[in-house]
């Protein structure tokens, strides 16, 4: 047993990972990701799975169709980011929408997360967006994911990188 003190056994990663018990309290919100890369997408999850004591409880959606996620991340420093932002705000049951970027860039608003520092700031910027959801007004919280995904039919969503198939899903979206 690595490194462990006079007696007593090393922990191993299992022991490390958080434990979630049935009965917890918390409202549990559905965060779709939008163009993150990789290793961020892998923050997130990581983030999300540690933090016991926040007020919410996050986990990422399992797709990001309608009505398949609570609140949108979407990176705007990738091509198309911002589109993607604007199309998810003029939805129907808009969700909020975090932003991720490098707020540097004139021709868009202050992002509301920075790339710099992303896992600093992920859980005090989702929930903050919860907040704002909720005191705008925003539907009941979110049904248990389990009553979801009962009720919502299966789809696919495929997106080849091209504007006009981008321009076909924004419409898609808005009927």
């Known amino acids: 047993m690595p490194f462990a003190e006079a007696g007593r ?26 163009g993150l890369a990789q290793r961020f997408e892998r923050v ?42 604007s199309t998810l705000l003029r939805l129907p049951q808009a969700r909020p929408v975090v932003r991720v970027g490098r707020r540097a860039d004139p021709s868009r608003g202050e992002d509301d997360l920075l790339l710099d520092a992303f896992t600093i700031n992920l859980l005090k910027v989702l929930n903050s967006a919860v907040d704002r959801f909720l005191r705008a007004g925003g539907q009941h919280l979110p049904a248990p994911p389990t009553a979801v995904r009962a009720s919502a039919r299966p789809t696919v969503l495929i997106v080849d990188d091209s504007a006009s198939v981008r321009r076909q899903i924004a419409l898609a979206l808005r009927h």
């Open 9 to 34: 056994p090393s922990r191993g990663a299992a022991d490390l990972m958080p434990v979630l018990s049935g009965s917890d309290p918390r409202p549990v919100f559905r965060v779709g990701l939008f």
């Open 44 to 85: 997130v999850e990581i983030v999300l799975r540690h933090a016991r004591h926040n007020p919410y409880r996050f986990e990422i959606a399992a797709s990001r169709g309608p009505g398949e996620y609570d609140i949108a991340v979407v990176d705007m420093t990738v091509h198309g980011g911002a589109e993607v932002a």
